[in-house]
């Protein structure tokens, strides 16, 4: 079972479809099944790093990794974080 909705996360899945033209094609780049991405948003499901990363660059920036894990993008990607600091 995921974890409870997040519904600033969900955003940021619907905000990398838009800019990705839907969530069919969103899904095709990142090479997984829509159905993934519906869990993701449906049940709380976390989404691994690097589709989070491939988001990111997929939307040049527009969706950040910060915005799809917050809660532990900190552990995952420690780099970010001193930048983040600096």
Same mark, same amino acid.
């Given at each position: 079972?995921?974890? $409870? %909705?997040? &519904?600033?996360?969900? +955003?940021? @899945?619907?905000? +990398? +479809?838009?800019?990705?033209?839907?969530?069919? *094609? /969103?899904?095709?780049?990142?090479?997984?099944?829509?159905?993934? @991405?519906?869990? #993701?948003?449906?049940?709380?499901? &976390? %989404?691994? $790093? /690097?589709?989070?990363?491939? @988001?990111? !660059? /997929?939307?040049?920036?527009?969706? *950040? !990794?910060?915005?799809? !894990?917050?809660?532990? #993008? !900190?552990?995952?990607? $420690? &780099?970010? +974080?001193?930048?983040? &600091?600096?």
């Amino acid at each position: 079972m995921g974890k $409870p %909705i997040n &519904e600033d996360i969900n +955003a940021a @899945i619907d905000r +990398a +479809a838009q800019i990705c033209g839907g969530f069919a *094609t /969103l899904a095709r780049e990142l090479g997984i099944g829509q159905s993934a @991405i519906s869990n #993701w948003k449906a049940r709380g499901s &976390e %989404i691994d $790093p /690097l589709f989070c990363s491939a @988001i990111e !660059r /997929l939307t040049s920036g527009a969706v *950040t !990794r910060q915005d799809l !894990r917050p809660d532990d #993008w !900190r552990e995952i990607w $420690p &780099e970010l +974080a001193e930048l983040a &600091e600096a």
